[in-house]
């Protein structure tokens, strides 16, 4: 049975609380970018959505480990980046498919121009493969967003739930005989 939080929310209402405001920050940025023409800018965009989520995902963590001492904070952070992981994907869908199309024929057609610049010939066996991906190109990155932002969530989740609490190699009854020793020697 789940455990009710102290404010009558459950684990995965949380979670989806929280995973939505992680998506939000790749969201905005996402846009931001489709709307910034400007590659250094849109590199920089990048660089801060990424520590910005690293940083809002610990924050997350702490909270939800501060809430629940019992339980989990990397199980919690998975289950955070994997929700997060969805409603991201769900969005590149929107924003190839609806918002942005121009934005698929324009690379897909900026990397024609790099292979004839090249002097590189295309079978036709690949160019045709190169069409179908194009017209199927919202599908293949939303299914690809959702793995990337997952598999970051999990390297993420793990790395800040063995930061997140201070951890002792020591029992409790080992610390208060070192204490009790340390008051001793006084």
């Known amino acids: 049975m789940e455990q009710i939080a102290s404010s009558g929310n459950s684990k995965w209402s949380l979670a989806a609380r929280d995973g939505l405001i992680l998506a939000a920050v790749t969201v905005v940025v996402s846009t931001l970018t489709f709307l910034t023409k400007n590659s250094f800018l849109s590199t920089l ?8 989520s690293i940083w809002l995902l610990r924050i997350i963590m702490l909270r939800y480990g501060k809430d629940h001492p019992g339980e989990s904070t990397f199980g919690y952070g998975v289950i955070v980046c994997v929700l997060s992981a969805l409603v991201c994907a769900v969005w590149s869908f929107f924003e190839y498919q609806f918002l942005f199309p121009s934005a698929v024929e324009e690379a897909f057609d900026q990397m024609y121009q790099t292979f004839e610049q090249m002097g590189a010939m295309m079978p036709e066996e690949f160019t045709d493969v190169m069409l179908r991906m194009q017209d199927n190109y919202a599908q293949i990155n939303s299914i690809s ?17 063995r930061t997140g609490k201070p951890k002792s190699v020591f029992t409790d009854e ?12 006084f």
């Not at 965009?45 to 910005?52: D, F, I, S």
């Not at 967003?145 to 739930?161: H, M």
């Not at 080992?174 to 020697?185: L, V």
Request: glycine share 6%; with cysteine; aromatic share 16%.
């Open 45 to 52: 965009l990048w660089l801060v959505k990424l520590v910005g």
């Open 174 to 185: 080992e610390m208060k005989q070192n204490r009790d020793e340390d008051e001793f020697n």
């Open 145 to 161: 967003t959702f793995f990337w932002c997952s598999l970051l969530g999990l390297l993420f989740s793990a790395i800040l739930a």
